[in-house]
């Protein structure tokens, strides 16, 4: 019996449903931030990072950050990459768009390269590009939160680092870490950025960001200074070492509350790490089979472009998330609109990440399955379709 | 009788101890960001946050954004001066040279005022400065963490408008919103910026910021864009108004749960403005004649430079922090160390905020005092003084 008060099932892809015992840390009694209990809870938090990226490489570093998953955006151009440098954004939908916008406010040139809705971004047109000019970094969506894509990390690092070995490989995996399999070492990447609320499975307001030792040797061998100071690495990094290593140590209070919070739900997770990217595939698969069986097509039409822990579905001819989205609120489930705004009528996403896969006795996802097609059966009924 | 784990009291300049209404709030059951349930109580927080100013001005305008206090210093600094402008510091401690730092990354030309430890800036001095120089704004500590000041936020003010009315006042007001006067648009005022988890008695994890019509006109009659995306006044500024008017939208997740736990601090602070400050300026006296009854003398030497939220007091010749925060950990009470790097180890800092000081029936600050003076009988003892 979950000790939480009763509430509809909250399937959207971020925030996600909680874990009684991750939600009953947010309520953790007053601490100092500086205090032994604290610091020791903080430093193991940052370890337990290292585990959900399957890292052991010691240059890497990894930072607990007070703020939204944008914030991750901040200290990838304030840090770096400098004004005047180029930066390549494939860009995969809604989050490439900002992150761009992101990283000009500190001065970089950007060059996107963009691809039709619901594809990820050829690597033969990512080599060509590397080739025809020299990128400080480059960026991609894990999985964009707008379209469901599922990009290719392995395959982009690997060509980043045979083609243009130096450019900086900068992943935003707001809506990945935690449901699909990230090897940070193995992979050669240089960022990682992500927010707690998403397939981590804790309440939104921290800012996650895994970095390479070249990625903090960039930042250090700045010509020029960080560009901003709540995200400056400079900052943060004796912050985050000290802490680590078991030193209370203060740039500005971390969120004590939201630690503890990240710190039951990196427990749970790290007990198993390949387990947790396994069920979420094997959940997935569940849900994109239902789908289909119900006429839904996915905005990802191919399989290896599709994520693990949503879907974005079409909704058939004639018919708007308002149309269903209400159908089904009233049998307790909450799935999300669209977001492309291109297209945004014409789809919904459902989040299928966390303790509503991990913990099947819920049984958030099969009654999400049954609600939806009863919610579509009655949409299309009301509209005579 | 308290839902709360035993513990130790925290009485440090924040975090504070939390009233149990306030924590119970940090385990709100998941919801969506954009959900009729969230956007009503975010819109009613940022109108609370209103009341909490003393403000009615429909042009003035509150912020609330996942991050910590020093978020706060980027929203000022790379949106309400340009590079090669200039900026005041009222230098009264360690926040003082940090807000710099902040102003001088976005490219600020910096002056600071510094004054004597324990003392606060004359406003001749500030008034000289103000007649030397073009400032576009100046900035104050209103209550210096590091060192208990309190700063005379109303009479600066006064004598900004009298002698550069255009320059903009920012009020840094972590130590002090929710425990020291503050009256926003009778002061006339242009920034004042906070966080959550001192005076205001929520968890940390939220920059809150209030701005007035003016300091909004210089953010968008800007020459040269933002220098910041996450702190940028143009990305909140919509969100902002929007969830006031009941309207979802989205630049980034805020953190729900925290949202809710400011909500149900600031309706209970809201309920009587005056009376908050009233108690906090009664139970300080208190503490400050206890302090001097034990010898202690305090760092903000005269009364008007004392802060109502907190004390700085220095401990008898001979003793160091760490003879005494042992014996009161003893006891069950957590003071917190001196921070002003020059005389740190001279000295305390009793934090005495929110529910320790508004709800007497907890006893936090009479056994504090209790503690205080048995912990430093014994340190006394064992030094042989």
Redesign the interface.
């Known amino acids: 019996m979950s000790a939480?008060?009763p509430?509809n099932t909250?399937l959207?892809p971020?925030?996600?449903?909680?874990d009684d015992a991750v939600?009953?840390s947010?309520?953790h009694?007053?601490?100092?931030?500086v205090?032994p209990g604290f610091v020791k809870v903080f430093g193991e938090t940052l370890t337990l990072v290292r585990k959900l990226f399957q890292s052991t490489n010691p240059t890497a570093q990894p930072f607990i950050i007070?703020?939204?998953?944008?914030?991750g955006?901040?200290l990838v151009?304030?840090n770096l990459i400098e004004r005047g440098e180029n930066a390549l954004v494939l860009n995969t939908g809604y989050f490439g768009d900002s992150f761009g916008?992101?990283l000009e406010?500190?001065g970089a040139n950007v060059t996107h390269l963009k691809t039709p809705i619901g594809d990820r971004t050829p690597l033969e047109e990512v080599e060509a590009a590397l080739k025809e000019k020299s990128y400080k970094l480059i960026t991609l969506t894990h999985v964009d939160t707008s379209t469901g894509v599922l990009s290719d990390v392995k395959g982009v690092a690997q060509l980043v680092r045979r083609v243009s070995p130096d450019t900086l490989v900068v992943v935003d995996g707001v809506c990945s870490v935690g449901s699909e399999e990230i090897a940070f070492d193995e992979w050669d990447l240089d960022a990682v950025l992500t927010?707690s609320?998403k397939a981590i499975g804790c309440?939104?307001?921290l800012s996650i960001v895994m970095t390479s030792g070249r990625a903090i040797q960039a930042a250090q061998s700045r010509k020029t200074?960080?560009?901003?100071?709540?995200?400056?690495i400079a900052n943060w990094l004796p912050i985050m070492q000290n802490y680590e290593n078991n030193k209370p140590s203060y740039?500005?209070?971390?969120?004590?509350?939201?630690v503890h919070a990240l710190h039951t739900t990196l427990t749970q997770i790290t007990a198993d790490v390949p387990g947790r990217f396994a069920i979420h595939t094997e959940v997935s698969d569940k849900v994109k089979a239902a789908a289909a069986e119900l006429g839904l097509k996915q905005l990802a039409a191919r399989p290896e472009c599709q994520a693990h822990g949503m879907t974005a579905m079409y909704l058939p001819e004639g018919l708007v998330p308002a149309d269903v989205l209400p159908g089904l609120l009233k049998r307790g489930v909450?799935f999300?609109a669209g977001l492309h705004k291109e297209i945004a009528t014409k789809y919904i996403r459902f989040g299928h990440m966390g303790v509503s896969v991990t913990d099947p006795k819920l049984g958030h996802v099969d009654n999400a399955l049954a609600a939806l097609k009863e919610a579509l059966a009655e949409a299309k009924q009301a509209k005579g379709l």
């Open positions: 939480q008060a509430h909250l959207i971020g925030p996600i449903e909680f939600l009953q947010m309520s009694y007053a601490e100092s931030h205090a007070s703020g939204s998953g944008t914030l955006w901040d151009s304030a916008q992101c406010t500190y927010a609320q309440p939104p307001g200074p960080p560009g901003a100071y709540y995200a400056s740039f500005a209070t971390p969120p004590t509350q939201l909450i999300a």
